[in-house]
């Protein structure tokens, strides 16, 4: 359940869409556990982009500290899913099948 009402989303303000928010929640909820509960810092820098509405700024974090986020699966999967709609960690796996002779 999203904590964003229509009154919290007033003074958050209209240009911050509410999938981004829900988005963040969700980030939130699954990176704090991490690191014997210290989190995952480059991941709070992508939820503090979405929660501002600047999401160009999210999704630049989310490239730069890719190589981080990649040890996350879980977080890693919600990001290329929610936030590049499936495009920034491919599938790489049919470049790695062993081919037959």
């Given at each position: 359940?999203?904590?964003?009402?229509?009154?919290?989303?007033?003074?958050?303000?209209?240009?911050?869409?509410?999938?981004?928010?829900?988005?963040?929640?969700?980030?939130?909820?699954?990176?704090?556990?991490?690191?014997?509960?210290?989190?995952?810092?480059?991941?709070?820098?992508?939820?503090?982009?979405?929660?501002?509405?600047?999401?160009?700024?999210?999704?630049?974090?989310?490239?730069?500290?890719?190589?981080?986020?990649?040890?996350?699966?879980?977080?890693?999967?919600?990001?290329?899913?929610?936030?590049?709609?499936?495009?920034?960690?491919p599938d790489l796996s049919k470049w790695f099948k062993d081919e037959e002779n």
């Amino acid at each position: 359940m999203s904590r964003y009402t229509p009154q919290t989303m007033e003074k958050v303000g209209p240009q911050v869409e509410k999938k981004y928010l829900d988005l963040a929640d969700k980030l939130d909820e699954l990176q704090a556990p991490k690191n014997d509960n210290r989190g995952v810092l480059c991941v709070r820098g992508v939820i503090f982009a979405l929660r501002r509405g600047n999401i160009d700024e999210a999704k630049a974090i989310s490239r730069n500290e890719g190589d981080k986020i990649r040890s996350y699966p879980d977080i890693r999967d919600m990001i290329d899913k929610e936030l590049f709609d499936g495009g920034l960690y491919p599938d790489l796996s049919k470049w790695f099948k062993d081919e037959e002779n």
